[in-house]
């Protein structure tokens, strides 16, 4: 059964903190792995990654794959307030069309 | 146009009713999607859409009844639910060969 985790499931830091969300997928026919933030509503997407070992970056938001052990991390630098929200991974399935697991989210709070 | 747009923002409907959710982009995508999201939980996907065409329906009860008219809107029918039924409802849409979908704002829905 394909799956996604994420660790952990919650995490309160305060500003300026440097946090490390972490995504393990088990999926076949991997074909990449996501990265969104959700605050109230839609989910916003960050990134997508393909490739293992190419970090991908976004301002203070980063993010790299291991394919070979199945796993993402994201890191958020110098974290603000406006950054508290839950993170979701996702791994996609390319079979018909494209599909997304979702892991279960890491919920940040971000405090002054 | 980048966005997806989701109409009404929310619903409330009796077990009795049958109402409509509604979902429309312009970006182009052949991809579309419904998902079902529960409090504190992840995206659940239930259909997927792709070329108009119906290609993944995750076991979805038949109260629930998806409709593509064309490749820029996506419909969801209700009739009958249940209270269960309450959740957000999110569509998404993504281009055929990446798989960066794209998410609406949501469907608060209550099913009292």
């Known amino acids: 059964e394909d799956k996604v985790v994420q660790s952990p499931l919650s995490l309160v830091v305060h500003e300026g903190d440097t946090v490390t969300l972490n995504c393990s997928y088990e999926?076949?026919?991997?074909?990449?792995l996501l990265w969104y933030k959700q605050e109230k509503k839609a989910p916003t997407f960050l990134f997508m990654l393909t490739s293992s070992g190419i970090e991908k970056k976004s301002g203070r938001l980063s993010s790299i794959l291991d394919k070979k052990e199945l796993f993402s991390i994201l890191n958020i630098t110098a974290t603000q307030t406006g950054d508290s929200a839950v993170y979701l991974c996702?791994?996609?399935?390319?079979?018909?069309?494209?599909?997304?697991?979702f892991g279960t989210g890491t919920r940040l709070q971000v405090f002054p | 146009d980048t966005e997806v747009t989701q109409t009404p923002k929310h619903l409330v409907m009796g077990m009795t009713n049958k109402k409509s959710l509604k979902c429309e982009q312009h970006m182009g995508h052949r991809a579309m999607y419904w998902y079902k999201q529960k409090a504190k939980k992840p995206p659940e996907l239930m259909f997927v859409y792709s070329y108009e065409k119906l290609s993944i329906n995750e076991s979805v009860p038949s109260r629930f009844s998806p409709e593509c008219p064309n490749s820029s809107l996506l419909n969801l029918h209700l009739h009958a639910l249940q209270p269960e039924d309450s959740a957000l409802y999110l569509c998404?849409?993504?281009?055929?060969?990446?798989?960066?979908?794209?998410f609406g704002p949501g469907t608060r829905l209550t099913v009292l």
């Open positions: 998404a849409s993504s281009t055929r060969l990446d798989n960066e979908q794209f």
């Open positions: 999926v076949t026919n991997f074909r990449s």
């Open positions: 996702a791994g996609s399935i390319l079979i018909n069309t494209d599909k997304l697991i």
